[in-house]
């Protein structure tokens, strides 16, 4: 592993083997990157997913238990009592279908959405970045080799002198890639960090809030309400 | 709605068209019932689905954290920080797996499992022997008819006492099945409260045990922690 913060943008000119050779290494370490961060997201878009799904659960949950009243039972003796706990019931679950809710949105917000953002953004910007470089180089290898075949007579002056100015653009537009191509190679590193532990944060943040406000909810009436229910059940 | 409790067994035997008609209103009642049941039954399955689900979706997250230190990266500078932070966060989702699998448990057991029960004994039990009902009663009109056909003359007196035995046979064996079926009908009048109840006490115990734990688990050092790794990517 080089003990080496970034890829040094006054080395870029000069195109050394020793610059290249380190290029590469930044170049495998953002090709890991892209692999884990793939499945990272895929791992976290599994986890809001599931999230969305008891969402929809909770809300079809809800609607079952208060459908109860609609189903004109042909025998509605003693009925009263089971409409009215199931409509209870139905309150409890639409309360925590509101959690549930939030919780979805907040890890969309918070996991997903700035992941997504770091794939999108900064890893599809090295990856582009890397193909121009790669085009750029190309252009300059094909005009050196070009003014390298040309003949040495003295007659050619004139077409020596446009192939070099050739030359000369193909260096300057192949630097300036490289600059930019290294620039966001350093970004990434700086970025990487965040990357990789903001969308937890996020995570953690929306459970700590979710199990919070779950427990008030909860606490509240729930108790003594159950066991009046479960007395009512027993009788 | 007729204000009546149950099916009166004395008058099983009469089998008149008012008894026949308010059995068939509680075979109504007990079709009805079917069906209600099957849809709550279904939403249940759903929420009990999305809270596995969850449990395999953190599973997989908490893993995916800590294959982080395994990939080689080829610039480590800086990650053994972002490796310790992520074995953290691993460690949180782990524990969060816990609380979603007792859950989970909790709710097969105590919300799903009773209604499966109430389905596959008492509704099953009173279709099966409203069947039994059927093919007695069928016997007995065949009976009936066979005896009605019968030519009066006197010499057949043996004949007759036969089919009249044959008719005895088929009315005690129409009786006793009508004693069961209505039995059967009657207990599911009794159960049915404590069928719809029972279920949603389940899932209600369970959230609570769920967001009790939760908010004791995220109460304890997160905070202080999320705030040191909120100050770490700031950084």
Same mark, same amino acid.
């Given at each position: 592993?080089?003990?080496?913060?970034?890829?040094? $943008?006054?080395?870029?000119?000069?195109?050394?083997?020793?610059?290249?050779?380190?290029?590469?290494?930044?170049?495998?370490?953002?090709?890991?990157?892209?692999?884990?961060?793939?499945?990272?997201?895929?791992?976290?878009?599994?986890?809001?997913?599931?999230?969305?799904?008891?969402?929809?659960?909770?809300?079809? $949950?809800?609607?079952?238990?208060?459908?109860?009243?609609?189903?004109?039972?042909?025998?509605?003796?003693?009925?009263?009592?089971?409409?009215?706990?199931?409509?209870?019931?139905?309150?409890?679950?639409?309360?925590?279908?509101?959690?549930?809710?939030?919780?979805?949105?907040?890890?969309?917000?918070?996991?997903?959405?700035?992941?997504?953002?770091?794939?999108?953004?900064?890893?599809?910007?090295?990856?582009? $970045?890397?193909?121009?470089?790669?085009?750029?180089?190309?252009?300059?290898?094909?005009?050196?080799?070009?003014?390298?075949?040309?003949?040495?007579?003295?007659?050619?002056?004139?077409?020596?002198?446009?192939?070099?100015?050739?030359?000369? =653009?193909?260096?300057?537009?192949?630097?300036?890639?490289?600059?930019?191509?290294?620039?966001?190679?350093?970004? $990434?590193?700086?970025?990487?960090?965040? =990357?990789?532990?903001?969308?937890?944060?996020?995570?953690?943040?929306?459970?700590?809030?979710?199990?919070?406000?779950?427990?008030?909810?909860?606490?509240?009436?729930?108790?003594?309400?159950?066991?009046?229910?479960?007395?009512?059940?027993?009788?």
């Amino acid at each position: 592993m080089p003990a080496v913060d970034k890829l040094l $943008l006054e080395e870029a000119l000069q195109d050394s083997p020793q610059t290249r050779s380190l290029l590469s290494v930044f170049e495998e370490d953002a090709g890991t990157l892209t692999d884990y961060t793939n499945q990272l997201l895929q791992a976290m878009q599994r986890v809001y997913g599931a999230q969305n799904e008891m969402c929809l659960a909770t809300q079809q $949950l809800s609607k079952q238990l208060l459908a109860y009243e609609k189903q004109n039972f042909a025998l509605g003796k003693g009925d009263e009592e089971v409409i009215s706990t199931l409509h209870y019931f139905s309150k409890v679950v639409d309360e925590l279908n509101v959690l549930h809710t939030e919780l979805a949105k907040q890890l969309a917000d918070t996991m997903v959405l700035p992941i997504i953002h770091f794939r999108e953004k900064d890893l599809t910007e090295v990856s582009t $970045l890397k193909d121009l470089f790669g085009l750029a180089s190309n252009e300059h290898d094909l005009s050196m080799a070009k003014y390298s075949r040309l003949p040495k007579k003295k007659e050619n002056e004139k077409v020596k002198t446009e192939v070099g100015k050739e030359v000369a =653009a193909a260096r300057r537009k192949q630097h300036l890639s490289s600059l930019q191509y290294y620039c966001a190679l350093n970004a $990434l590193q700086y970025r990487k960090r965040v =990357a990789m532990m903001e969308p937890m944060i996020g995570f953690a943040q929306g459970q700590i809030n979710f199990f919070k406000k779950g427990a008030e909810m909860f606490s509240k009436h729930m108790d003594s309400f159950l066991s009046s229910v479960a007395d009512m059940v027993e009788r």
